[in-house]
């Protein structure tokens, strides 16, 4: 594993558990390959896009969005 993955890694986990502070809940999968972080929360009913520097892992807040009450899970479909 390299070392920026690592440190992605280590970044997105910490994203992940200061997000929950929050209320939040948020999931990744292959950090090698991810380019943004979407948390759903269901004591704030929205949800917060974030996207990952690729070089460090650092987390930039973009957009936060208003859900209606109680979001629990967040879909990503892909489009044809």
């Known amino acids: 594993m390299s070392d920026i993955t690592t440190a992605r890694r280590l970044a997105v986990g ?8 929050t209320g939040h809940a948020a999931t990744w ?6 380019r943004w972080l979407v948390a759903s929360g269901q004591a704030s009913h929205a949800i917060a ?4 520097d690729p070089s460090s892992g650092a ?3 973009l957009q ?3 859900v209606g009450k109680n979001p629990n899970w967040i879909e990503i479909v892909d489009l044809p």
């Open 49 to 52: 896009v974030y996207a990952i």
């Open 64 to 66: 936060r969005y208003a």
């Open 29 to 34: 999968v292959d950090v090698s390959n991810v």
């Open 14 to 21: 910490i994203a992940l558990a200061a997000i929950a502070a």
């Open 59 to 61: 987390l930039a807040p």
